[in-house]
């Protein structure tokens, strides 16, 4: 998702959305590995198919379910599942439309069907509440799933994402206020030509992580996502509003979220927006990840490593 840096300077709501727009495409985009990397030797066949979906597993032992972000591929998990494998099944997920993965759905709907597609495989698969990660918009699917489907997640770990998204652009903003912005943001992506798309990503990659061989991937994953799958995707994150389910959830959840003082979201604005957005959800622990971006376990690897840790014991 987007960062708070977008935040600085901006005078209006309309201006907000709309500058924010390129930035959100990627929001959710890559990691600093090979885009063209070939899956593992190690990975075991899902008894799974949909159109929504594919995930590969790995490893043995507590099943670990990893959901990318918008416009991300599995691979942004790949450091992560490979050391977990020692210990854990892990179940790295591939949304449909991003990173390359065909897309047959037009403008959408995105977020709902990919909520219940999970769903299906958690239970297709046997799985007994499955620890879930999810980075941005697959935080938020992640969080949506333990609403919805609560014996499908037996705990959850968001990394850097918000119940509501467009909660970025003033605490009284509503799903219905943003919704026509969300159109706007939309037909930009939907109306942008290769070059110019192609630098709105590069230009966007540089608010969301620190490291430039990250921002590289990024772009990577981006432009070879399905631009309709990503116009869908987005419009769905601006207008989900996730906070009335939180006061009724009892999945054990942790939230990340990153600050950068030079370049990146302030401290002290984050804390407070992270910590009112998640307020009403019981038992929430909600981390701050300093020196970081967006994306935390590429800016921070350590740091996050420990903290997944953490959340699995």
Same mark, same amino acid.
């Given at each position: 998702?987007?960062?708070?840096?977008?935040?600085?300077?901006?005078?209006?709501?309309?201006?907000?959305?709309?500058?924010?727009?390129?930035?959100?495409?990627?929001?959710?985009?890559?990691? &600093?590995?090979?885009?063209?990397?070939?899956?593992?030797?190690?990975?075991?066949?899902?008894?799974?198919?949909?159109?929504?979906?594919?995930?590969?597993?790995?490893?043995? +032992?507590?099943?670990?379910?990893?959901?990318? +972000?918008?416009?991300?591929?599995?691979?942004?998990?790949?450091?992560? &599942?490979?050391?977990?494998?020692?210990?854990?099944?892990?179940?790295?997920?591939?949304?449909?439309?991003?990173?390359?993965?065909?897309?047959?759905? %037009?403008? +959408?709907?995105?977020?709902?069907?990919?909520?219940?597609?999970?769903?299906?495989?958690?239970?297709?698969?046997?799985?007994?509440?499955?620890?879930?990660? %999810?980075?941005?918009?697959? %935080?938020?699917?992640?969080?949506?799933?333990?609403?919805?489907?609560?014996?499908?997640?037996?705990?959850?770990?968001?990394?850097?994402?918000?119940?509501?998204?467009?909660?970025?652009?003033?605490?009284?903003?509503? /799903?219905?206020?943003?919704?026509?912005?969300?159109?706007?943001?939309?037909?930009?992506?939907?109306?942008?030509?290769?070059?110019?798309?192609?630098?709105?990503?590069?230009?966007?990659?540089?608010?969301?992580?620190?490291?430039?061989?990250?921002? /590289?991937?990024?772009?990577?994953?981006?432009?070879?996502?399905?631009?309709? &799958?990503?116009?869908?995707?987005?419009?769905?994150?601006?207008?989900?509003?996730?906070?009335?389910?939180?006061?009724?959830?009892?999945?054990?959840?942790?939230?990340?979220?990153?600050?950068? /003082?030079? +370049? %990146?979201?302030?401290?002290?604005?984050?804390?407070?927006?992270?910590?009112?957005?998640?307020?009403?959800?019981?038992?929430?622990?909600?981390?701050?990840?300093?020196?970081?971006?967006?994306?935390?376990?590429?800016?921070?690897?350590?740091?996050?490593?420990?903290?997944?840790?953490?959340?699995?014991?």
């Amino acid at each position: 998702m987007l960062h708070l840096r977008h935040l600085v300077g901006r005078s209006t709501l309309r201006a907000l959305f709309l500058a924010s727009a390129a930035a959100l495409a990627v929001g959710g985009a890559a990691f &600093a590995v090979n885009a063209h990397a070939e899956p593992t030797s190690a990975l075991q066949a899902a008894p799974f198919a949909s159109d929504r979906l594919s995930v590969e597993v790995i490893g043995s +032992g507590p099943d670990v379910i990893l959901i990318p +972000g918008l416009a991300s591929s599995r691979e942004v998990w790949r450091p992560l &599942a490979m050391r977990l494998a020692a210990t854990h099944r892990v179940h790295l997920v591939q949304l449909a439309g991003f990173a390359g993965e065909p897309w047959s759905h %037009g403008d +959408g709907p995105f977020v709902a069907p990919e909520v219940e597609e999970l769903a299906r495989y958690v239970a297709e698969a046997g799985l007994d509440k499955p620890a879930v990660i %999810g980075h941005s918009m697959g %935080g938020l699917s992640g969080l949506l799933l333990a609403q919805s489907h609560p014996d499908s997640v037996g705990r959850l770990m968001i990394v850097d994402a918000l119940p509501f998204y467009s909660a970025l652009f003033g605490p009284t903003v509503t /799903a219905e206020q943003a919704r026509p912005f969300a159109a706007q943001a939309s037909a930009m992506i939907l109306s942008a030509d290769e070059t110019a798309f192609r630098a709105q990503q590069v230009q966007s990659a540089v608010g969301l992580a620190r490291d430039p061989a990250t921002r /590289a991937a990024m772009v990577d994953w981006s432009m070879a996502s399905d631009r309709h &799958a990503v116009a869908a995707a987005m419009t769905d994150v601006m207008t989900t509003d996730a906070r009335p389910g939180l006061a009724a959830m009892t999945t054990s959840v942790t939230a990340l979220y990153a600050t950068d /003082a030079d +370049g %990146g979201p302030p401290p002290a604005m984050a804390q407070a927006l992270w910590e009112q957005e998640y307020a009403a959800l019981p038992g929430v622990k909600v981390v701050r990840v300093d020196a970081s971006r967006h994306f935390i376990m590429a800016d921070q690897p350590a740091r996050f490593d420990e903290l997944v840790d953490e959340f699995l014991r």
